[in-house]
T-cell receptor
Framework: DSGVTQTPKHLITATGQRVTLRCSPR?????VYWYQQSLDQGLQFLIQ???????AKGNILERFSAQQFPDLHSELNLSSLELGDSALYFC????????????????FGPGTRLTVL | GESVGLHLPTLSVQEGDNSIINCAYS??????FIWYKQESGKGPQFIID?????DKRQGQRVTVLLNKTVKHLSLQIAATQPGDSAVYFC?????????????FGRGTSLIVHP
């Protein structure tokens, strides 16, 4: 158990809908990262927040948005869903900013499996 | 559990053998590299990292080698055990605005036969 929790574990919805994925980081971690993992694209970085502020942005579509709240939990909002958005969505957390030292190792949650029908 | 990817390169070894998993990266600006292990149905797990000012780093049963000239990383696992069976990803991290942008390899599926 990494200490990172994600809800829901599974989500099935229809095209055009909007969903919200939730992540609670490990206690004390300030950074939260969102990733998408699909069979055709592999694991892709979406976005990072540090202490409530966006710090790095990857391949995140305009239909997707995220935020980190004062209690440090984060939400990833996916709207106008398409079939191709079906994937595993992982959240990870780290104590500080990524890459500065192994102290800032990222711990991944169990993921949310999104199925768009 | 579920498969994290189909048609991945596969390395099949016998228990006790040494395993070597390779990864090519693309961005010469990347200066921090990480190997992750992902077991079926779970999220990736950090194994070992290396900075671009190093060419080798050792952990417990694992060694990462970095060749910046040819943009190549390898992960060596000594005395491979059945519990090492998983998909292994490398990630190159490129500096961006005080943080890093990670880019992941496609992964290699390691199968360890008892």
């Amino acid at each position: 158990d990494s200490g990172v929790t994600q809800t829901p574990k599974h989500l099935i919805t229809a095209t055009g809908q909007r969903v919200t994925l939730r992540c609670s980081p490990r206690s004390g971690d300030l950074s939260v990262y969102w990733y998408q993992q699909s069979l055709d694209q592999g694991l892709q970085f979406l976005i990072q927040y540090y202490n409530g502020e966006e710090r790095a942005k990857g391949n995140i579509l305009e239909r997707f948005s995220a935020q980190q709240f004062p209690d440090l939990h984060s939400e990833l909002n996916l709207s106008s869903l398409e079939l191709g958005d079906s994937a595993l969505y992982f959240c990870a957390s780290s104590a500080g900013l990524a890459g500065m030292s192994s102290y800032n190792e990222q711990f991944f949650g169990p993921g949310t499996r999104l199925t768009v029908l | 559990g579920e498969s994290v990817g189909l048609h991945l390169p596969t390395l099949s070894v016998q228990e006790g053998d040494n395993s070597i998993i390779n990864c090519a990266y693309s961005n010469s600006a990347s200066d921090y590299f990480i190997w992750y292990k992902q077991e079926s149905g779970k999220g990736p797990q950090f194994i070992i990292d290396i900075r671009s000012n190093m060419d080798k780093r050792q952990g417990q049963r694992v060694t990462v080698l970095l060749n910046k000239t040819v943009k190549h990383l390898s992960l060596q696992i000594a005395a491979t055990q059945p519990g090492d069976s998983a998909v292994y990803f490398c990630a190159e991290n490129t500096p961006s605005g005080g943080s890093y942008i990670p880019t992941f390899g496609r992964g290699t599926s390691l199968i360890v036969h008892p």
